[in-house]
């Protein structure tokens, strides 16, 4: 009796054995079905414009190719990126995602202490990097005891962050290739563009001016000097250009 008691134990548990392997094998292989039939093929992005595709992928994704199933049950974790305010995420299964980005307004940035502070269109301080980003001007001139990274930068005058909303609209508006935008005391302007430098004066007709230095662009390449603009008048008599060696 007790062998037969015995086999039938030894029986259960190679049985038991069995069910266990054959449930794993079957979660393995229903494992790797949903890796690879969810893995995502294809991604969209909208919105960005300081980071490629690629660029998003590796911040978002490290690299890394994510499975679509598993982002719409469990969500990606939370990810802080310069110049982003944040996506949205869209899955189509089994295999694409639609990515919506909201970049932060940024309009310009100022040097301090060998970082670049920059700042959106109401002077709040968005985000600081040691990197200078396409399309965002350093900004010059202006006069400040401190920093603080998510507060408004106290210039004495929110005006002149609206001036430099209006410029650099109208840079990305005409695509002039702007490095730094200098304010003087009075927030007279002069923007740099590579080795030219350029006079605008007061912000009176100033879209005016702007138009007129988009024209002259082109003939300005490779010249190191000054243009005057600062007494536009809408006549070639009124544009100087001092050249330099």
């Not at 007061?202 to 190191?224: I, N, V």
């Amino acid at each position: 009796m007790k062998n037969n008691n015995s086999i039938r134990k030894k029986k259960s548990r190679h049985m038991l054995r069995r069910i266990v392997l054959i449930a794993a094998a079957a979660f393995l292989v229903l494992g790797v079905g949903v890796y690879y039939i969810f893995q995502v093929k294809t991604i969209e992005y909208v919105g960005n414009k300081h980071y490629t595709s690629d660029e998003m992928n590796e911040r978002l994704f490290h690299g890394r190719t994510p499975n679509a199933l598993m982002y719409k049950l469990f969500g990606g974790s939370e990810k802080s990126i310069p110049f982003i305010q944040k996506v949205d995420v869209d899955i189509d299964l089994p295999d694409k995602m639609y990515i919506t980005v909201y970049e932060k307004a940024v309009i310009g940035y100022i040097n301090y202490m060998g970082c670049n502070m920059y700042f959106d269109k109401d002077g709040i301080i968005v985000e600081s990097s040691t990197q200078e980003y396409e399309g965002v001007p350093e900004i010059l001139g202006l006069k400040f005891k401190s920093i603080v990274l998510d507060s408004k930068l106290d210039v004495g005058s929110d005006k002149v962050f609206q001036q430099i909303l209006d410029l650099t609209q109208s840079f990305n508006k005409y695509q002039l290739d702007v490095d730094k935008v200098y304010f003087n005391s009075c927030y007279e302007v002069t923007l740099y563009m590579g080795e030219v430098k350029v006079l605008l004066g007061s912000e009176a007709d100033m879209t005016d001016k702007l138009f007129e230095l988009k024209q002259m662009e082109e003939k300005l390449t490779g010249l190191k000097g000054t243009l005057h603009l600062e007494n536009y008048s809408g006549t070639d008599f009124s544009v100087i250009f001092k050249k330099e060696n």
